[in-house]
């Protein structure tokens, strides 16, 4: 019986370690998984302050660009913009791969944190005051961030 009973307690020691180490382990592996969170939400953190030290001035600069070929096709014949429309899609098309959107605008009220009113447009229904009736120049938005504001006219009611 002494043998059994030590047999049993060698067991339960046995056992106990056991638990001991995958109570340890457990603990480890949270703490480890703790760690590794924490480092992607500072690479992320990271990430986002690149975007915004580096891809935002950029893409304010390639959309003066855009607007600059936006001014040359209003001055040529419908037939010779085919060009300069390529080369407006192809830019916009690589701001966009990097995130870039296009803010809306037209009939949407108007909205100071996403627009910038540049002319009051007379309007006859009064649901088109307040709201954006022409877009000047877009805005866009790099993520959440509004890179540029869009250029809008904004509708007032007319007084007859």
Not at 52 to 74: G, K, S, T, Y
Not at 86 to 91: D, M, Y
């Amino acid at each position: 019986m002494t043998e059994t009973s030590a047999d049993v307690a060698q067991l339960a020691e046995e056992v106990a370690q056991l638990r001991d180490l995958f109570q340890r382990r457990l603990l480890e592996d949270q703490s480890r998984q703790g760690m590794y969170d924490e480092l992607y939400r500072q690479l992320r953190f990271a990430q986002q302050g690149l975007a915004e030290q580096f891809i935002a001035p950029m893409a304010r600069e390639i959309l003066l660009v855009v607007d600059r070929v936006d001014a040359l096709a209003a001055h040529l014949a419908s037939g010779d913009t085919d060009v300069l429309e390529s080369v407006r899609a192809e830019l916009l098309e690589v701001l966009h791969r990097r995130g870039l959107r296009e803010v809306d605008a037209t009939g949407l009220d108007f909205d100071p944190r996403v627009h910038e009113a540049v002319a009051r447009v007379p309007v006859t229904s009064p649901e088109d005051v307040g709201r954006v009736v022409e877009v000047r120049r877009p805005g866009y938005a790099l993520e959440d961030r509004l890179l540029r504001p869009a250029q809008v006219g904004v509708g007032y009611l007319a007084q007859e």
